[in-house]
């Protein structure tokens, strides 16, 4: 049972480059999440979807698009990427949106750019 | 809005000495608390969670109680090792699943 899988595991970009982060889970589950993580800052929230066909924005949606192409899948596309955007990028899932349950984490994406 | 405060770390002990990392939240209604663990590398992995109040989450020797008085749910382990070493971060879920996080702690302990 693989999870959730986030590709690339590390990239690095120029400035103004565009790129898709991919994410998949097979749990089924309705709910995905995508978060950056920077040092000092926790885990902010950049866009969420709680079922297949919705999506919201989170805390730092700001330079950033994303898609749900299906119940499995939820991509991440910075448009034209800046070295604010370099950071560690998680994906997460979670089962029927309930509050009790806990989130399932890929092993992220070491984005740099230059 | 949601938010959660953890205790600033990083936090260095030595083996087999007693954790606590504190964590207090801010928050409506009645949500769900969770501490999750993250190791060099790796992603976020649920460690133990609590859903109601005087709940007590358990796993591995770590725990910790909901205190709806105090707006608390501290993490706790009487005896740490070498292998606990990783960063902490509480969490708490009100709605729609949408999961709020602290700032995360970093422990390290010490053979």
């Known amino acids: 049972n693989a999870g959730v899988t986030q590709t690339p595991k590390f990239q690095v970009l120029k400035t103004g480059q565009s790129m898709t982060l991919q994410c998949a889970q097979d749990m089924n589950h309705n709910s995905m999440y995508w978060y950056r993580q920077d040092p000092g800052m926790g885990l902010r929230l950049i866009y969420y979807?709680?079922?297949?066909?919705?999506?919201d924005k989170g805390e730092v949606p700001n330079g950033y698009n994303v898609s749900r192409l299906n119940k499995r899948e939820f991509s991440l596309r910075l448009e034209s990427a800046a070295p604010s955007q370099t950071s560690v990028y998680f994906c997460?899932?979670?089962?029927?949106?309930?509050?009790?349950?806990?989130?399932?984490f890929g092993q992220g994406t070491r984005l740099t750019v230059v | 809005g949601d938010s959660v405060t953890q205790m600033e770390g990083p936090v260095t002990l030595s083996e087999e000495a007693f954790l606590t990392i504190n964590c207090t939240y801010t928050?409506?209604?009645?949500?769900?608390l969770f501490w999750y663990v993250q190791y060099p590398g790796e992603g976020l992995q649920l460690l133990l969670k609590?859903?109601?109040?005087?709940d007590k989450g358990s796993n591995k020797g770590f725990e910790a109680t909901y205190r709806k008085e105090t707006t608390s749910f501290h993490l706790e382990k009487g005896s740490v090792q070498v292998s606990d070493s990783a960063v902490y971060f509480c969490?708490?879920?009100?709605?729609?699943?949408?999961?709020?996080f602290g700032d995360g702690t970093t422990l390290t302990v010490k053979p």
């Open positions: 979807s709680a079922s297949e066909g919705t999506t």
């Open positions: 997460a899932s979670r089962g029927q949106g309930l509050s009790g349950t806990e989130a399932f």
């Open positions: 928050a409506t209604g009645y949500p769900s």
């Open positions: 609590a859903t109601k109040a005087d």
């Open positions: 969490a708490l879920s009100r709605n729609a699943g949408k999961s709020t």
